[in-house]
């Protein structure tokens, strides 16, 4: 049999199924039995094709004519939907999978990878493009069945902008024997597509990322952890209230059904896995360890203006003020505002939802940023030597004016004036610098203001000269009066404040607690009267709800000086238990 039907082996075609590849195998061998040569290909008794992850490669391999260089992953990568699924596989899974479609196990590595699931999202019959069908006579002879257009999610056809066709033949599972697409091709007339359509441009972005994800120049790397981390920097980025490290799970549902219209997800197929039509399971992309279907993942890359490509090469790590290099805001610099900076200095500050970027360029200047900003200002850290220079140089021009000045250098006028006194500049014309002003003296730098010495002396002469003019005020008066030097001396020195100060004066009423003991007690008999239970509709009789009817919500507070009101509300009250005994009673 290694010389029967194998002989007729052909090499296959261009994205072309190792389904395909069988189903002409057997075509051309002209067998009366397929059933039974595919027992012999593959070494399985009753072996059915799988056309998504055919299995038991290495037998099939092995039983080549001598010559074929052909491998098991050559067969795996290039002739099967593995490269499309396995990116959004973890890792143990994935190589799961590729180890069982090596093996003899039709079911189990499909099932053991979890895409049970995914499946449901493939197509139900094999599709073919009429376009590509003619091509295909023309260059090869004959047709055959594309890998790229058995991906769930793709309805067109890039090459010739038409519409995929269906036929009879099944795609979903496996089949007893392999179909050749000549058989179940039928001519049609393409349907062609308007490109300028809002929902072909999205066909289209879904039909580009998956032929990237299949025919991926490098082999993308299985790590479930890493596409998680990159959907949660790409959640922070486009988050609606920014500075925020979590997204509603609300919003992205929302926004995800704005986006796919239902009309566009029954064409998807996502109403059919899923009749209510929600698809609230796509916060899973992030917080679920198992493998998600892939055509959730390209919904969700175009919902957030992300294609595969940029998707899978982007850093899995949250970068704030984006991928950089980042520009230069010296305009001294030679290199002014070109993206020089390749590295930045940033940590978090209060908390997770706040950072900071401190970034410095070879001139010598470093300027900080934080994040969120919505309008993404800059603050100088460190002028540096050749900001400096320049700046010197236009400061002695005497032709420019405070306004030129400004304009040219982007500073306020009270900045210029202080870096031009921090350079000790001379004056130029009508500008003068700023004098530094001295820290000598005891006085302390706040905010850039020099604070005056605390003269004691001077600000009790204040307040006892108030005291001598009003004899008769109170403390509070003499505040107001004397507002400064009172708080002061408050504050620094308090035991001459108490002993020059008049007495305090104190505003006490008095309560009669007789007298409000017994108006309180009467108010609560007559709203126990009226809350007395005798029906099924009574409500809890609780203290709260003698308060809420009273008005009085401290009542509790007082309870020692009100001996009748306490006493009454604790022999009428009912605690929960209580409440819920004498309710139960009512049904029996």
Not at 27 to 44: D, I, K, Q, S, T
Not at 91 to 100: D, I, Q, S, V
Request: charged share 25%; with cysteine.
């Amino acid at each position: 049999m290694r010389h029967g039907v194998i002989g007729y082996f052909q090499d296959p075609y261009p994205d072309e199924l190792m389904y395909s590849l069988t189903a002409r195998l057997l075509e051309v061998a002209g067998v009366a039995c397929p059933l039974r040569v595919l027992r012999h290909l593959f070494n399985a008794y009753d072996y059915r094709v799988h056309v998504a992850f055919p299995s038991n490669i290495r037998w099939f391999v092995s039983r080549l004519p001598e010559g074929t260089s052909y491998t098991e992953d050559e067969f795996i990568y290039k002739h099967t939907l593995y490269p499309f699924y396995r990116p959004f596989l973890p890792t143990p899974l994935a190589e799961g999978l590729k180890a069982h479609m090596k093996s003899p196990a039709t079911n189990a590595g499909i099932a053991k990878a979890g895409l049970s699931v995914s499946m449901g999202y493939s197509p139900r019959f094999l599709r073919f493009c009429p376009s590509c069908a003619t091509a295909d006579k023309n260059n090869y002879g004959e047709t055959y069945w594309h890998r790229l257009h058995q991906l769930p999610g793709v309805l067109i056809c890039r090459l010739h902008h038409t519409f995929l066709e269906d036929t009879s033949v099944l795609a979903r599972g496996q089949q007893r024997a392999p179909v050749t697409a000549a058989r179940a091709i039928s001519e049609v007339e393409p349907r062609h597509f308007n490109p300028e359509n809002p929902t072909s441009k999205k066909l289209f972005q879904i039909a580009a990322d998956a032929e990237w994800i299949l025919t991926a120049p490098a082999e993308l790397e299985s790590n479930h952890m890493l596409l998680r981390q990159r959907y949660r920097a790409i959640l922070i980025e486009q988050n609606p209230i920014p500075g925020r490290a979590t997204v509603s799970i609300e919003y992205v549902r929302q926004r995800f059904h704005e986006y796919y219209p239902v009309h566009l997800q029954d064409l998807l197929g996502c109403l059919e896995v899923n009749r209510t039509g929600d698809f609230g399971r796509s916060y899973q992309l992030w917080h679920d360890y198992r493998g998600r279907p892939p055509l959730t993942h390209l919904l969700m890359m175009q919902l957030f203006n992300y294609s595969a490509e940029r998707l899978f090469s982007r850093s899995p790590t949250f970068q704030p003020f984006g991928l950089g290099p980042w520009p230069c805001v010296n305009r001294f610099c030679a290199q002014w505002q070109r993206p020089v900076i390749l590295r930045y200095e940033g940590k978090q500050i209060r908390g997770p939802s706040r950072w900071q970027g401190i970034f410095k360029c070879s001139c010598g200047l470093a300027y900080m940023r934080h994040w969120p900003d919505a309008r993404n200002r800059s603050s100088v850290k460190k002028y540096g030597d050749v900001w400096e220079q320049g700046f010197i140089k236009l400061w002695r021009n005497g032709d420019l004016g405070w306004k030129e000045l400004s304009k040219e250098l982007g500073m306020a006028r009270s900045t210029l004036a202080g870096t031009a006194g921090r350079l000790h500049l001379s004056t130029i014309g009508s500008r003068s610098p700023a004098k530094l002003k001295s820290r000598k003296g005891g006085g302390k730098r706040r905010g850039g203001k020099v604070k005056k010495v605390f003269d004691r002396e001077a600000d009790r002469q204040l307040v006892l000269e108030a005291i001598r003019k009003l004899p008769q005020a109170t403390r509070k008066q003499l505040c107001s009066t004397v507002s400064i030097p009172y708080r002061r001396l408050l504050r620094h020195d308090r035991e001459w404040m108490e002993a020059n100060l008049p007495p305090r004066t104190t505003t006490q009423v008095l309560v009669d607690w007789e007298k409000r003991d017994k108006v309180l007690s009467g108010q609560i008999k007559k709203i126990l009267e009226r809350l007395k239970p005798l029906n099924l509709g009574t409500p809890w009789i609780s203290r709260t709800r003698i308060a809420q009817e009273l008005g009085k919500y401290s009542l509790w507070i007082c309870a020692e000086r009100l001996p009748r009101t306490t006493a009454l509300i604790m022999t009428h009250t009912e605690t929960r238990a209580q409440f819920m005994a004498r309710t139960k009673a009512a049904f029996v």
